[in-house]
């Protein structure tokens, strides 16, 4: 089976914080991909990548940067955590053309 | 406009009573239909992929079908383990785009 592994469950940062959440995929897909999820927003899209070193913009990018410098490794910045980023940020992995595969996601609250 | 319908948003059932989630799409140049399971405070869960109007999926108690317009998640004699979150998700040519989820509740 496809693995998504996200490195935290919970995290609690200040604002003001840089913060990093990591996430890595161990079956070669292409695609990666971060989300977020909020009760009556649904899932949003904040960046996604279709290969090392490239990244792409999804609906929500701002106050977001990503890094993909290994295949398996996708990472979302937060450059300057606040408080409207408290929020559950899921990663998912596909290969070309077919549906994700999610990690178990990270709860992030933002003081 | 691209866009993915779930409902209803909620629906409490009881245990063994069978029903059926909706989940209908407008999306020009549909390259699949997923059906997901989420519980409280985890990833959603792959359970189908749908390709074409006609297809139908079956996992244990639950069987996903796909027309044209909508897909059905029937859920035949529910147990309570079976409450979650469950999402939709449709495939075009470069994107995805989710449902904001049915969220079942089975009593005992």
């Known amino acids: 089976d496809v693995k998504v592994t996200q490195s935290s469950r919970y995290l609690v940062k200040r604002t003001g914080e840089k913060v990093f959440l990591e996430c890595v995929q161990d079956?070669?897909?292409?695609?990666m991909f971060w989300y977020r999820q909020d009760p009556g927003l649904g899932l949003r899209l904040i960046y996604f990548?279709?290969?090392?070193?490239?990244?792409e913009k999804g609906d929500i990018p701002e106050g977001y940067s990503v890094s993909r410098e290994k295949k398996e490794r996708f990472s979302l910045i937060l450059e300057s955590a606040s408080t409207n980023q408290t929020s559950m940020y899921l990663c998912?992995?596909?290969?070309?053309?077919?549906?994700?595969?999610f990690g178990s996601g990270t709860r992030l609250t933002v003081v | 406009e691209d866009q993915v319908t779930q409902s209803p948003e909620a629906l409490r059932l009881q245990e063994g009573e069978s029903s059926s989630l909706n989940c209908s799409y407008t999306?020009?140049?549909?390259?699949?239909l997923f059906w997901y399971r989420q519980d409280p405070g985890k990833g959603p869960e792959f359970l189908f992929t749908l390709y074409s109007a006609g297809e139908e999926k079956e996992k244990e108690r639950l069987k996903a079908t796909l027309t044209k317009k909508e897909s059905f998640l029937h859920i035949t004699a529910p147990k309570p383990e079976d409450s979650a979150t469950y999402l939709c998700a449709v495939r075009n040519f470069n994107k995805f785009y989710f449902g904001s989820g049915t969220k079942l509740n089975v009593k005992p």
């Open positions: 999306v020009s140049g549909l390259r699949g």
């Open positions: 079956m070669d897909h292409e695609n």
């Open positions: 998912a992995s596909s290969p070309e053309g077919y549906g994700y595969t």
């Open positions: 990548s279709y290969d090392v070193k490239m990244k």
